[in-house]
């Protein structure tokens, strides 16, 4: 599969803002400048580019509660994701819905979720959708390795399957959920098997390589546009902060995963990786071309911790809107 | 106007919606052939990309009804028996009643769940479950429990047409109840009680089937001089607190009569609603005829003893008025 | 596999208990005797008997709203069946549960359910208690083709799996839930495929021959005892009646299957398959011992209905007994 | 007697109740690293056959804490969130709290549920909802809120002992409170309430987290010389309506407070069993000071803006003592 030099900047410029942001939100956390609870994708951030960059702007996604890098791939706004994260009237969602819960319709974001597992049926029904509407949309649902363990991973798959719906189940595996290691809790070691209890196919991808993850989401994308049902891709990647931030501050480190485990995979950053592609492209790409698209990434997100710390908080008579349409 | 039942009633609001808006499709278990009615015929007037048998998966269908409604069609969902909601709670309370919220207002969730309630004859525990006050804590949905076919038809429709989800719970004994119900175009709007009957010495709010029993109780009261208002809320939430309040502002009586249990039952919230509100008016206590605290037996004289009959609701009038 | 005499009397006996008390069941219902929901199993009586026969009397099953034969085949209590499915006092629970929740602790049988898939936790939670208390206890979980679509069947097979608690998952696949077609709502052919999910052994089974049943079941019981893990087995049946005892009454015939393909599978019929084996045993089962099983089943059951039809209804004073322990 | 707060009691009953009886065992996410300390250190005490990380499958463990106690054992089920508990509805409302009922009072089911509740600084509304006033109307639960470190250790441990279904609420805020604890067998018993502050003008009945605001306010006004009883019901279900009872026959005035939602919600509950039972000792309407009727909302204003406080605990008193 030969990518165009627009896809393939447009992948390092998705992995740069989501790494960046997601830097920037831990410490800002950390410093005690966000309530709630926050779970960044750092070390994660080819799995979310590659899958988004693979759809058109009127396919949609269903998030998690770690989703953050999903809605910056999928075209999210930085400067209103942060607003929201803020908790300020000017974010995404007046500051109701705060880090786990944020959605943009307008990119065909339906949404972040604070449920392990929610997504996936929501995911499908989105599917349905456009079946019942005749449009030809595909929606790609983004889940956790922990999340393959609640039943509405099955239930999903197999409805998907029975109705041959456009979905692209996206399961990222990084070996934990919380602190528990998936091999604990988990019957299998690759989660695409259980594509085989659903008669789809189930692909083994490696998620920190986001030109494989590209291929196989604009294959599984294509089959799903073509009618022809579901796909299960399963990226294994790594966490490389806690499943949590500030869980160190309770836990130590190594609590329940080595260092040098993290270190490992540190070697492996998608971000790195992509670089030295670039670098061995034969000039196809210049180091001048990743560095302006770094820089204008640390733009945007400075512009956005700015723009979040400079709006209002909401009014709290907001409280009663929204409840109902 | 032509004489139709509750079940009638069902299908044609669905027929007659689901003609009007393309967008609005059909699904739950065993909806394709309808085998107790409400759905019959519907494949054949619809097509089976709109009417559609899912698999025996509660959270997976339900929560695919919250996401093709967020993602712009109109779902009408059955899930059999009321308690059945139990597989899909999350789906329903933290997914399709926040969405809108959390979303600041971006989720538009115009979704119909349809079920069957309350008891019926030896279903036992897991089949005779009055379920809507589990829901009722729950801001987002709105829940309907309509007492006749002119209601169910009226309020069905107009819950199609709403941009939240709504629950329509219909009571599985009311099935062959038949009434005049007006063709066409007829919705009942949410939040607007009705007053069944009129009278001055005590008001009775009566839930679902818990009407139709009521008023046998007014009318034989009615003969002994005891005058009683009967008042069907027809919508718990958005609930029409204005017009009990006015009633037990004449009457100075309230009695609330429900299928559900009593502890945390909607008979309980329209109870604290009155003694927060109409206190003034009060010459009694708030009497609640509710379900025994029990889950409803099979056997049927156990079932009948767990469930509110004439003999208590008449009971608890005269109590009330002595 | 050489099963002995008297095992394989055992088995006739619990088919022919099986029938005959679905039969006059089926016909009390029809004849508005009993109250309430009856769903029979006729046609499927070899799978609940080859399971149940294979097991110990200390261990326990769960069942489902189809759940008669499973009871019967454990050595439940025709009589106090009846007296429970009458609503009488003297039945198996004071006539507060009925046909869908009868329970009889002393005998492990842990319960029908009415809700379609709860019995897969429970049944999984039971096998637990063995590990937790130190019994080789094993648990059997009997559920249909449509349970297998609910997310409890997979939250369960993955629960067993990766604790390898001694359970023994039994779907009876009789082609349909409700009035649908198992094929229509299910992403596969054979539900032991989704074993493959769970990293646990899947068999397809003949569900009409008590013997295959029952040499499956006695390895998945062993390999349970011995605390090598769950298995899943498929046993492909037939439901001869409706769904429900009286829905001829308003679907009419041939409303979702034809009447030929049931008429295929009476054919098969699990009891005259088990006598044609005895007849041709040369000798080792007289066809006098089996005739006298069906007399001794046919006195049971009408010493049953008697029983329960002389029994006394329950106290209405009793309804508030028996909430909490 | 030490000081410890909240979760160190939490994790001393556990402690203290698994080493007493070697059926008991505890199950839910995370329970091996305890990462929030009520579990910690319990897997160095009690192994891994006893203690066990689940998978994310709430209604998979949940039902297998079920199955296990008609088993025979003694099942502690972690859930994490109580929001979560409605991935697991069908195994606690159709199952857990019907299964000695439609057994006959064969089924023996002691299991103790612990899961957080409440609003506890932006975890937004699928992480701070107040769920008991769900499991009001599903009779076969018991329902524990306690207040403090004290009642929590010695309700726990009830709980544990208890041969039925009971759910222990935990207010995710009060992690740290403390105060002084009894050591070892120390036990509260189910359906007493606890009179925290005894006084004439007032009753305010106050649940979980609501109990340490209320008496606060208390103090306050008492220096203005109203006099408020404040009322802790500890259990739910079982509920002591006669420690309630009383306390309005004294002060004829009632108040209650509650994190939980206005309609359907406990606060509800309670004050349709005054309305009822103690009407005639009533000379005002019966308040209820909730959450307002929206999911938990994200940012701190309108967070604070939802739930109850000091304020509005202080205004519906002064209101119903004018
Ligand atoms: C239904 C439910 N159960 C439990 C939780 C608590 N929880 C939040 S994230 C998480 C781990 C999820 O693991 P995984 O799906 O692998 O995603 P990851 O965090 O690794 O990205 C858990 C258990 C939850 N939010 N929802
Ligand atoms: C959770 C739940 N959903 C739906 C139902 C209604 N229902 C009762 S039996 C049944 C079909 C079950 O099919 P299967 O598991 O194949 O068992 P079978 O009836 O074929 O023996 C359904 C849908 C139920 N009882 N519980
Ligand atoms: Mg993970
Ligand atoms: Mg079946």
């Not at chain 1, 209103?80 to 959605?103: D, P």
């Not at chain 1, 698209?293 to 979040?308: C, M, Y």
């Amino acid at each position: 599969m030969d990518i165009g030099k627009e896809v393939l900047l447009e992948m390092y410029r998705s992995m740069q803002r989501i790494r960046q942001f997601e830097t920037r939100i831990r410490d800002l956390a950390v410093a005690n400048e966000i309530p709630g609870f926050v779970h960044v994708s750092i070390g994660e951030e080819a799995s979310a580019t590659g899958v988004c960059v693979a759809l058109r702007k009127t396919d949609r996604i269903t998030s998690t509660h770690r989703g953050h890098g999903h809605l910056i791939a999928k075209g999210g706004r930085i400067d209103l994701m942060f607003a929201e994260i803020f908790g300020k009237r000017s974010g995404y969602c007046k500051g109701k819905g705060g880090s786990m819960h944020i959605v943009d319709f307008s990119l065909g974001i339906l949404g972040a979720n604070g449920i392990v597992g929610a997504g996936l049926p929501i995911a499908t029904g989105s599917a349905l959708a456009s079946v019942i509407a005749g449009l030809n949309d595909v929606t790609a649902c983004f889940f956790g390795d922990g999340a393959s363990n609640e039943g509405t991973f099955h239930e999903s798959l197999n409805l998907a399957a029975v109705w041959k719906l456009p979905v692209v189940f996206v399961c990222e595996n990084n070996g934990f959920g919380e602190f528990t290691p998936m091999r604990t809790v988990t019957s299998v070691k690759d989660i695409a098997v259980r594509a085989q209890a659903h008669g789809i196919p189930g692909h083994i991808v490696d998620g920190n390589d986001v030109l494989e993850v590209y291929q196989y989401a604009s294959e599984a994308a294509a089959r799903a546009r073509a009618g022809e049902g579901p796909t299960l891709l399963e990226c294994k990647t790594y966490r490389w902060e806690g499943h949590v931030v500030g869980e160190q501050a309770f836990l130590g480190a190594g609590a329940y995963r080595a260092e040098s485990e993290i270190e490992e995979w540190k070697k492996k950053c998608p971000i790195l990786r992509f670089e030295k592609f670039a670098a061995e492209s034969g000039g196809k790409i210049s180091g001048a071309e990743l560095e302006r698209i770094v820089a204008e990434a640390h733009k945007e997100v400075e512009e956005g911790v700015a723009f979040a710390r400079s709006s209002a908080l909401p009014d709290p008579a907001e409280v009663t809107d929204d409840v109902f349409a | 106007m032509p004489q139709i039942n509750f079940i009638q009633a069902i299908n044609q609001a669905l027929s007659e919606e689901m003609e009007r808006d393309p967008l609005t499709f059909l699904m739950g278990e065993d909806v394709v052939l309808g085998a107790f009615g409400a759905t019959k015929g519907l494949i054949d007037k619809f097509g089976p990309t709109r009417v559609r048998n899912t698999p025996i998966s509660e959270a997976g269908f339900v929560g695919a009804a919250v996401g093709a409604a967020m993602a712009g069609t109109r779902p009408i969902c059955e899930v059999e028996f009321a308690s059945f909601f139990y597989c899909a709670f999350d789906q329903v309370c933290n997914q399709a009643a926040k969405l809108r919220y959390m979303s600041g207002g971006q989720a538009r969730l115009p979704i119909t769940f349809r079920a069957v309630y309350g008891a019926m004859g030896g279903a036992a525990a897991q089949h005779s479950e009055t379920v809507y006050a589990q829901f009722l804590s729950v801001p987002g949905l709105k829940l309907v429990v309509p007492s006749g076919p002119a209601d169910m038809k009226g309020l069905l429709k107009t819950a199609i047409r709403d941009d939240s989800p709504v629950i329509v719970f219909e009571h599985g004994g009311l099935g062959r109840l038949k009434e005049e119900v007006p063709d066409g175009d007829f919705l009942v709007p949410f939040g607007r009680a009705a007053i069944k009957r009129s009278g001055k010495d005590a008001t009775v709010v009566a839930i679902g089937a818990m009407v139709s029993q009521t008023l046998k109780v007014a009318e034989k009261l009615a003969k002994e001089g005891i005058s009683v208002e009967v008042i069907d809320p027809r919508t718990l939430i958005p609930l029409d607190a204005e017009t009990v309040l006015s009633s037990v502002q004449k009457t100075n009586r309230a009695i609330i009569v429900d299928e559900g249990h009593m502890r945390g039952g909607a008979a309980a919230d329209i109870s604290a609603i009155i003694a927060e509100k109409g206190f003034d008016f009060l010459d009694a206590p708030i009497k609640r005829v509710t379900a025994l605290d029990v889950p409803i037996p099979f056997s049927p004289p156990l079932e009948k003893a767990a469930i509110p009959d004439a003999a208590r609701i008449e009971a608890a009038i005269r109590e009330v008025c002595a």
